[in-house]
């Protein structure tokens, strides 16, 4: 069974672009969470989803964004990116009914200079 | 005060020997995780706990909902364990959440 994939791997932008980040999750996993790392932070929650509904939000500006699929694969964008957005963007998949684990994928290492 | 907490931050190990990393939180839970960082890589899910004790090859994670606390124990540690040790919380909130509330966690190296 593949894991959870997650695209780009790295990208380098500069301040002000903007970014698209995709998840495609474990077959039959419904639910997609992101999460930012940062040495100074740690982990943080982002944004969940569910059947392509936002069902849940942490706390960060609205820059940050995300939509999910009819195929369960969701995108995270950010907006005017700025320097502290740099970080390792993680999402994770789970199924319900296979007791709600949740796993990870590999990353997106986003470096904003 | 984090809803989370770790100890220790940093462990030292000398390869053989038993390891325990210590998780305490301050929320409801439904679930608490355990998971693994190496250098540079992904996150790697050991344990999801809600109650009792599970076990894995040499490690073991244990969760006292009492007390909310939770150990995560490495017997006869192998460098190869050395990584960042993460726990996260699932909080029991009402309506569905995988949000995960996550330690700092705790840097292990095992010297062989």
């Known amino acids: 069974k593949a894991g959870v994939t997650q695209t780009p791997r790295y990208l380098i932008k500069t301040r002000g672009q903007q970014v698209t980040l995709s998840c495609s999750p474990i077959s039959g996993h419904r639910s997609v969470s992101w999460y930012q790392q940062t040495p100074g932070q740690g982990l943080q929650f982002l944004f969940e989803?569910?059947?392509?509904?936002?069902?849940n939000k942490g706390n960060f500006p609205g820059r940050f964004s995300g939509r999910q699929f009819s195929n369960s694969r969701s995108e995270m964008n950010v907006s005017t990116l700025e320097l502290g957005d740099s970080a390792l963007y993680l999402c994770?998949?789970?199924?319900?009914?296979?007791?709600?684990?949740?796993?990870f994928g590999p990353g997106t290492r986003l470096t904003v200079l | 005060k984090n809803e989370v907490e770790q100890s220790p931050q940093n462990l030292t190990a000398q390869e053989g020997e038993f390891i325990t990393i210590n998780c305490s939180y301050s929320?409801?839970?439904?679930?608490l995780h355990w998971l693994q960082q190496h250098p540079g890589g992904g996150i790697v899910s050991l344990f999801m706990?809600?109650?009792g004790k599970k076990k894995h090859g040499r490690l073991i994670a244990t969760i006292n909902i009492q007390e909310k606390h939770s150990s995560l124990h490495i017997t006869a540690s192998h460098p190869r364990d050395s990584a960042v040790y993460i726990c996260?919380?699932?909080?029991?909130?009402?309506?569905?959440?995988?949000?995960?509330?996550f330690g700092t966690g705790t840097l292990l190296a095992v010297q062989p």
């Open positions: 996260a919380v699932k909080q029991a909130i009402s309506g569905a959440t995988n949000k995960l509330i």
């Open positions: 929320v409801g839970i439904s679930a």
């Open positions: 994770a998949t789970s199924n319900v009914q296979q007791g709600g684990e949740q796993f």
């Open positions: 989803y569910f059947s392509e509904t936002q069902r």
């Open positions: 706990l809600s109650s």
